[in-house]
């Protein structure tokens, strides 16, 4: 076992003993759970042991949502009637003291997840940079909105205003950044909101909180913590959440949304499952085609929504494919997530090695082998990727988003055939397409655009650059997450009009002269 180095050894247990509402880190003194990391310090594996946080139920999680609702006060509030400036001087003011924590998060990052030191410096130096560029294009938003607009003899200032409370539930695979991306434009459109962080990757979150607390005004954020059931479902039940904001499972938002006594008013926006898949076309570039499926297949163990999570191979290039593809998995590097150059790292749920060797049987004892021979190799806390071909429908490798280190591959022959399974597939978010002619990829292209939200050519599937929409068809998404959308998403039209004639112009003239409206006003911060 490698030694770890200093600056990433765990020294002290991080007990979170405090928790964030109405603007106060209450203490908490009730039941707590244990934060275990699957990757061991010592040399005898065993689990690591970094600390704990609340254990919480109805009554903190209703204590959450009234701070917010209060906070909010029906549109009343401190914060959605504040100017734009202001709650851009406070989003400044937290991502300028979140800055200085990097160390700290990159650290939890490795240990509570599993992602490799490079992948945690990027995930939360990205953060940042998001951050940065939500405040910017909110500047514009602003901008654009800061002037009268006639039609018809109506004069009318539109804006955007925001929605109302919003419970915010990121996922685990990118605690930090997926997680502000749902969180950052619901604040800074003037929402208020409670947040709970995923079943793992929570302490990370720890060194935040006084950040939160002392840059945002009381209620606007709430952090609390617990399992979903026990601390979500109260909070849904008491039909004062306006939005529901969520990157995970599709029967958790499913649940979660039927808990709500008014649906109609519960504005969604969700980032759920995908099953994007890759096809490799007859005349694909093999070199290329192999390192983009590798990556896209394989970061971060292939736990991430827009992994490539089927790959499609025309049948006259399959075997060499195959030959290649298993070749350079089994070449890849395991170690811990501080190890120079290694690609696969520890996966951060304890049953998962079980969970994708089922697969593997499954898919083995309906006709498919293991092509490489690393594949399915396990250790405490890793199971070897396993290469799997031919898988068929049959195998529920096929219809599972395995997220999970394991590659199934298919062969075809026809093009019809990949674009009747993601035609039936009940997902719809991305697609890798790898070829050169095009008079075979135009029309492809042409159908793919209205299967999946994004065709990624000759390149794996990805999130970034986060300026670009984020969103899938079917079961993968609801709204649209990106910088310029995401603000859109937490937010409405909404406008003051009256009738072109002196009286009203008289008023709003008076009005913009007073500067005592923060809505009717052409001010904007340069």
């Not at 997840?113 to 490079?118: A, D, E, Q, T």
């Not at 709430?222 to 995970?248: F, H, Q, T, W």
């Not at 890849?332 to 697969?359: H, R």
Request: some cysteine; overall charge negative; glycine content about 6%.
């Amino acid at each position: 076992m490698n030694l770890i180095p200093e600056e990433f050894q765990i020294n002290a247990l991080l007990n979170q003993d405090s928790y964030l509402v109405n603007g106060e880190l209450k203490k908490w003194e009730g039941q707590t759970s244990g934060v275990f990391s699957t990757i061991s310090s010592t040399t005898a594996y065993a689990p690591t042991l970094l600390g704990s946080i609340p254990f919480m139920g109805e009554k903190e999680g209703l204590e959450a949502v009234n701070a917010a609702a209060d906070a909010y006060n029906n549109g009343q509030g401190q914060w959605p009637t504040m100017k734009v400036a202001d709650r851009i001087k406070c989003m400044t003011n937290f991502v300028t003291q979140m800055t200085e924590k990097r160390a700290e998060v990159v650290k939890y990052l490795m240990w509570e997840i599993g992602k490799s030191l490079p992948d945690s410096q990027k995930e939360f130096d990205r953060t940042v940079e998001y951050i940065y560029d939500t405040i910017e294009d909110y500047k514009q938003l602003d901008r654009n909105s800061a002037r009268f607009t006639k039609s018809q003899g109506i004069n009318a200032m539109i804006r955007r205003g925001p929605l109302g409370v919003v419970l915010c539930l990121g996922p685990y695979n990118y605690p930090l950044n997926e997680t502000f991306s749902l969180l950052i434009p619901a604040l800074i459109m003037g929402n208020t909101v409670v947040f709970k962080p995923a079943k793992h990757g929570v302490l990370l979150l720890s060194p935040l909180l006084e950040a939160f607390r002392s840059s945002f005004p009381k209620g606007v954020i709430n952090v609390i913590y617990g399992r979903g059931r026990e601390v979500a479902s109260p909070i849904m039940a008491s039909g004062k959440i306006d939005v529901l904001a969520l990157i995970g499972n599709s029967k958790s938002a499913i649940a979660l949304q039927d808990l709500h006594p008014n649906k109609n008013r519960l504005r969604l926006i969700l980032g759920l499952e995908a099953k994007n898949p890759a096809i490799i076309l007859a005349d694909a570039d093999l070199d290329l085609a192999i390192q983009e499926c590798i990556v896209g297949s394989l970061s971060f163990n292939g736990q991430r929504c827009t992994a490539l999570k089927v790959l499609y191979v025309h049948e006259t290039i399959a075997e060499e494919f195959n030959r290649r593809f298993a070749a350079k998995v089994d070449a890849l590097s395991f170690g811990n997530p501080w190890d120079k150059a290694v690609m696969l790292t520890p996966l951060p749920e304890k049953d998962k090695p079980a969970y994708i060797q089922d697969l593997i049987d499954d898919a083995k004892s309906k006709g498919a082998q293991v092509i490489n021979e690393k594949g399915g190799e396990q250790t405490p806390n890793y199971i070897f990727p396993a290469v799997l071909f031919p898988v068929n429908k049959e195998m529920r490798v096929y219809h599972e988003e395995q997220f999970g280190p394991v590659v199934p591959i298919i062969s075809f022959k026809d093009i019809q055939e990949p674009l009747n399974d993601m035609a039936e597939s009940n997902y719809g978010q991305q697609v890798s397409l790898f070829g050169k002619d095009i008079t075979t990829i135009a029309p492809l292209i042409d159908t793919l655009v209205n299967l999946v939200c994004r065709v990624n050519l000759n390149s794996s599937c990805q999130r970034g650059p986060d300026i670009y929409p984020f969103t899938g068809r079917k079961d993968s998404a609801v709204g649209t997450l990106s910088i310029h959308d995401a603000l859109r998403s937490f937010s409405i039209r909404t406008f003051v009009a009256s009738k072109d004639n002196e009286y009203n112009n008289e008023i709003l003239q008076a009005l913009l002269n007073s500067d005592k409206s923060n809505f009717i006003t052409t001010d904007y911060i340069l």
